[in-house]
């Protein structure tokens, strides 16, 4: 018995600490330094709805859109089956997939059979909800987008330049242009 009641108090303790104040302390420290991302940095518009988040891409195909890059995770863009196509680089499959999605981005960017194309304009991320597209790949699609808006390009441009974020801290990762940031200033929305 000696050692049955140690066991149990200790159980007890690390349940308490571990399953509930611990988390209760971490969520509290982030609802207080990091509110908007604590809570999945929302995007809302002037009337509260929620417009999507900062950090999930979402499908965009109207030609007056940004285009986010191809997305594998369930019926594309689908939070709850994230995941790329596992396919391997020697994949049939996913060579042909690459020619398709190539052609099509031409296609829809009136681009030259032979244009050389940023890998993410035919490549998913590994989650398949990567928001961000490279900012060659945003260049290669504002003729498209100007036009169908009737807008100047150099207006597209300026707004491209404006939702681009350079590396983390000037160090890590590549410069990127999140997508519905970008679509929501297109359209006059925060």
Not at 8 to 20: H, Y
Not at 87 to 101: N, Y
Not at 152 to 165: D, F, G, Q
């Amino acid at each position: 018995m000696q050692h049955v009641r140690p066991a149990i108090v200790l159980t007890l303790f690390f349940v308490v600490f571990t399953g509930f104040a611990f988390p209760l302390a971490v969520w509290a420290t982030a609802q207080l330094v990091f509110p908007a991302q604590a809570s999945g940095s929302l995007i809302r518009d002037a009337q509260g709805r929620m417009l999507g988040s900062a950090l999930l891409g979402q499908a965009f195909g109207k030609p007056e859109y940004f285009h986010p890059r191809p997305s594998a995770a369930g019926a594309g863009y689908d939070a709850a089956s994230s995941g790329g196509t596992n396919l391997g680089p020697t994949s049939a499959k996913l060579i042909q997939g690459f020619l398709q999605l190539s052609a099509a981005y031409r296609s829809q960017n009136e681009l030259a059979p032979d244009a050389l194309l940023p890998a993410d304009a035919v490549t998913g991320s590994a989650s398949g909800l990567d928001p961000h597209i490279s900012p060659a790949n945003a260049e290669l699609q504002s003729a498209r987008v100007a036009r169908a808006r009737g807008l100047r390009i150099e207006h597209v441009r300026a707004l491209v330049a404006e939702h681009t974020e350079g590396r983390t801290w000037g160090l890590f990762g590549e410069p990127r242009v999140n997508v519905l940031l970008l679509n929501l200033a297109l359209d006059g929305k925060p």
